[in-house]
């Protein structure tokens, strides 16, 4: 079954699949013993789509497609009816889109594994699939024994990334490594014996009305350290500084 799902797709060429952290991807030659077939829930906006991965999963002995669904808001609703093995899944639909409802996927049916295949090859959609609990993510340009395979290598443990995808997380990944390379190479920022002074009251969850108290000094002079030391730590929150004050052992809460 090595037919492109063509008009269905969009026309895009076809393309091959990327093993996250694996050499080489499984043999489609290869048979597993399977005793039930995998269960799939397909989701995706459009009707014409759905049908055609319908039919060509229909094809595959080992896979049954156990229901549909619209869009994200209707996937969560099916995934907790059916407790699919897998969940195949567009990025962007109407109502609820794929990432958002990963998350509520995974609550109601912890087992199951989520496949996105979209046309979003945008890397914020890559990162936000994989830090909501997708297991995969396949562009649509993909061949139609791909999609069965990807299915049968997720559901035996493995994840799978499109190639071009997968560079640009190996990209990402590096860059990461690198920006905290280079912050370990800043000396962490002086504070003031009065800013840590704060910081350690607003790490006991005080606020700032309690710490001007506590230092007999204004509460706009206690919103100013708490400004200052944000601006210093090149922080967001109170709550952040506090946890990047104690990993850097500029303060110990005992």
């Given at each position: 079954?090595?037919d492109s799902?063509?008009?269905?797709?969009?026309?895009?060429e076809?393309?091959?699949l990327?093993?996250e952290?694996v050499?080489?991807?499984?043999?489609p030659?290869?048979?597993?013993?399977?005793?039930?077939?995998?269960r799939?829930?397909?989701?995706d906006?459009?009707a014409?789509?759905?049908?055609g991965?319908?039919i060509?999963?229909a094809?595959?002995?080992?896979?049954?497609v156990?229901g549909?669904?619209?869009?994200?808001?209707?996937?969560?609703?099916?995934a907790?009816?059916?407790?699919?093995?897998?969940?195949?899944?567009?990025?962007?639909?109407?109502r609820?889109?794929?990432?958002?409802?990963?998350?509520?996927?995974?609550?109601v049916?912890?087992?199951a594994?989520?496949?996105?295949?979209?046309?979003?090859?945008e890397e914020?959609?890559?990162?936000?699939?994989i830090?909501?609990?997708?297991t995969?993510?396949?562009?649509k340009?993909?061949?139609?024994?791909e999609?069965?395979?990807a299915i049968?290598?997720?559901?035996?443990g493995?994840?799978?990334i499109?190639?071009?995808?997968?560079?640009?997380l190996?990209?990402?990944?590096?860059?990461?490594i690198?920006?905290?390379?280079?912050?370990r190479?800043?000396?962490?920022?002086?504070?003031?014996d009065r800013?840590?002074?704060?910081?350690?009251?607003?790490?006991?969850g005080?606020?700032?009305?309690d710490?001007?108290?506590?230092?007999?000094?204004?509460e706009?002079?206690?919103?100013?350290?708490?400004?200052n030391?944000?601006e210093?730590?090149?922080?967001?929150?109170?709550?952040?500084?506090?946890?990047?004050?104690?990993?850097?052992?500029?303060?110990e809460i005992?």
């Amino acid at each position: 079954m090595a037919d492109s799902f063509g008009p269905v797709l969009g026309g895009h060429e076809r393309g091959a699949l990327a093993h996250e952290g694996v050499a080489e991807g499984p043999d489609p030659a290869a048979e597993v013993y399977r005793a039930e077939p995998i269960r799939v829930l397909v989701v995706d906006d459009h009707a014409l789509f759905r049908r055609g991965l319908e039919i060509v999963l229909a094809q595959e002995e080992d896979i049954q497609v156990v229901g549909e669904a619209g869009d994200g808001a209707e996937a969560v609703d099916k995934a907790a009816d059916l407790l699919p093995d897998i969940v195949l899944m567009d990025v962007r639909m109407p109502r609820r889109g794929g990432i958002e409802a990963c998350t509520s996927i995974k609550e109601v049916a912890p087992s199951a594994k989520i496949i996105m295949l979209t046309i979003s090859d945008e890397e914020a959609d890559l990162y936000d699939a994989i830090k909501a609990g997708a297991t995969g993510y396949l562009l649509k340009e993909i061949s139609t024994d791909e999609v069965a395979t990807a299915i049968r290598a997720v559901a035996d443990g493995q994840s799978q990334i499109s190639p071009s995808m997968a560079s640009k997380l190996l990209t990402e990944f590096k860059s990461m490594i690198q920006r905290t390379d280079e912050r370990r190479l800043v000396p962490a920022p002086r504070l003031t014996d009065r800013e840590l002074e704060v910081l350690k009251l607003v790490a006991t969850g005080m606020n700032n009305r309690d710490i001007a108290k506590e230092l007999f000094i204004s509460e706009n002079t206690v919103k100013n350290h708490v400004r200052n030391i944000l601006e210093k730590l090149q922080l967001h929150s109170r709550m952040e500084a506090v946890v990047y004050a104690m990993r850097e052992k500029i303060l110990e809460i005992r």
